[in-house]
């Protein structure tokens, strides 16, 4: 059997626990070791040290880099540009690769064609067995069926070269991964889909989680101005419910104008269309959950404050990144 491919793994970090875990379970994966480890620090200061000592029999592999708090995207792209070996593959540090991931990491990289540009690990998010699984850890759950998440991706380090790495106006980890992959795409490359498994668990959140989760509607207007908006099928992605968002929030603002206006009919009507949508919206979220009167209260005070935020924040998109030339033609 020829030898594999040599890779360096990057995994950018804020300085969470769970690093420690990543960086053990990578130490405990059999198979031919990384290169390197370049753990990238993103933290805007340099308070408390990263948790490098989980990383057992790699420590001595391992390379720090800091970044200061520029985002996932500048992060990575600060790593993988010291990167000497042919394939970069990029870990998030919530994850946890399973025994054999260095092994088969290794025949996903020995099997791969001179026009593979990257291989997609597969991801697996372990849910509560005793119960129905919260929003939160719902939308965790859908992880597992993304394409070219960067949570564990490996990609050739010639094709990050030809195409420049990871756009930095993507401040979010979010889309700055499918951005990246329909430009490989683009640029010639085939995403292939790997044979390792890599366990994401549902990180620890606080119940307003998904209202900040909002601010990605602005990363789907830069999305849009980049690849067109026909982006989401190429790149695989769930459409979203940004147009009923703006229909509810369209029917919030024009109930009250017509109550304003004095028009208390057209008022009525648009805050009946207001309530439904909303109803609607909270009824998705709530019955395929645990139902416990904390959930259902988290589910009916975020339904409300989601539409319009998700609204604010794509509008703030468009307007900030109308001057962005798209980049034409299919990925």
């Known amino acids: 059997m020829t030898a594999a491919p040599a890779y360096t793994v990057v995994v950018p970090t804020i300085g969470r626990r769970c690093l420690a875990e990543c960086l053990r379970a990578l130490a405990e994966a059999g198979g031919p070791a990384p290169h390197e480890v370049i753990v990238v620090d993103d933290r805007p200061g340099t308070e408390g040290e990263l948790p490098l000592t989980a990383a057992g029999p790699l420590l001595d592999r391992i390379r720090i880099l800091r970044t200061g708090g520029k985002g996932p995207a500048a992060a990575r792209n600060a790593g993988w540009r010291t990167v000497e070996t042919p394939w970069t593959v990029f870990l998030d540090d919530d994850v946890q690769v399973l025994t054999d991931w260095s092994r088969l990491l290794a025949d996903d990289l020995r099997q791969a064609g001179e026009g593979t540009g990257g291989i997609q690990g597969q991801l697996r998010v372990p849910l509560p067995p005793d119960r129905r699984p919260t929003d939160w850890e719902r939308t965790t759950k859908g992880l597992e069926n993304a394409a070219w998440a960067t949570a564990d991706m490996a990609y050739r380090t010639a094709a990050l070269a030809r195409v420049g790495g990871f756009d930095e106006r993507f401040p979010r980890a979010f889309r700055e991964d499918a951005d990246l992959a329909l430009r490989i795409r683009r640029a010639g490359w085939f995403l292939v889909r790997g044979r390792r498994v890599t366990r994401h668990p549902v990180r620890p959140a606080h119940w307003w989680a998904s209202l900040p989760a909002q601010r990605g509607n602005a990363d789907d207007a830069l999305m849009n101005r980049l690849h067109g908006r026909d982006w989401w099928a190429r790149a695989q992605a769930p459409r979203g419910r940004?147009?009923?968002?703006?229909?509810?929030?369209?029917?919030?603002?024009a109930g009250a104008g017509c109550a304003l206006a004095g028009r208390h009919r057209a008022a009525a009507v648009c805050a009946g269309l207001w309530t439904l949508g909303t109803a609607e919206f909270a009824l998705a979220r709530i019955l395929p959950g645990p139902r416990t009167a904390r959930e259902i209260a988290v589910m009916l005070g975020t339904s409300v404050l989601i539409p319009p935020l998700a609204v604010r924040h794509w509008l703030h998109g468009v307007?900030?990144?109308?001057?962005?030339?798209?980049?034409?033609g299919a990925g």
């Open 242 to 253: 940004l147009p009923r968002h703006l229909l509810v929030t369209g029917a919030a603002f």
């Open 319 to 328: 307007v900030r990144h109308r001057h962005v030339r798209p980049l034409g």
